[in-house]
């Protein structure tokens, strides 16, 4: 049986296209990650929704991982995405306008340095987490890659338009590595956290509306 946890709400681009993608019902489990992370102007993260921290995946990929024997898990971490938000969260401010809205910030005249510097931020981030989560799980194959890259206006282009055959969006990296639980870390995130955010308005946070 296998596992899918997303920190994304994706279930909305599967009516696109012919694909035959698996039923729930098919898999393990299925946990929609976002639901757990805290919402509005005043939480943690400085801005309205959208932003589910790798934490949040993290501790869920640890906890299944220890309490369960899936054939394969599957983790959808959200970063690098925008709003690349890892530098405000390490000094404890608001976002700046350009981690906020970053590819509006670039057709503004922002220079292209400054944007992808808080992209590369935020990919730090999420590959902190990545090597918490590999030491804390077993597993004999683990795969690293992402479902899209990021254009920062080669040809016009910007961030990852769906279909984009721009090689900047289209080109992933794929790294395989082993995990071996050390018992380090005791995750806290548990299904207990999970609120009831809205799909169409986490997904228009994101961009994708």
Do not use: C
């Not at 920190?7 to 039923?23: I, K, L, Q, R, V």
């Not at 993260?45 to 790798?54: I, K, N, V």
């Not at 721009?166 to 995990?179: D, F, G, I, K, S």
């Amino acid at each position: 049986m296998r596992d899918y946890k997303a920190s994304a709400p994706a279930n909305y681009f599967f009516d696109w296209g012919d694909w035959e993608f698996p039923h729930e019902s098919e898999l393990g489990l299925v946990e929609h990650v976002w639901q757990y992370e805290p919402t509005g102007d005043d939480d943690a993260y400085g801005h309205p929704g959208a932003y589910t921290g790798p934490r949040f995946v993290t501790d869920r990929g640890i906890s299944v991982g220890r309490e369960h024997d899936f054939d394969r898990m599957i983790l959808h971490y959200s970063q690098p995405h925008r709003p690349y938000a890892a530098r405000a969260l390490a000094e404890d401010r608001p976002l700046y306008d350009y981690e906020n809205e970053p590819f509006e910030a670039l057709r503004s005249g922002v220079d292209r340095e400054t944007v992808l510097g808080a992209y590369l931020d935020d990919l730090r981030y999420v590959l902190d987490d990545v090597e918490l989560l590999l030491d804390n799980i077993d597993a004999e194959q683990v795969a690293i890659s992402a479902d899209h890259g990021e254009a920062f206006g080669e040809w016009g282009v910007y961030e990852h338009p769906i279909g984009s055959l721009l090689p900047q969006v289209r080109r992933v990296p794929w790294v395989e590595t082993v995990a071996n639980d050390h018992g380090g870390y005791e995750p806290t995130v548990t299904p207990d956290d999970a609120g009831d955010p809205d799909v169409d308005e986490q997904l228009q946070a994101l961009g994708y509306k």
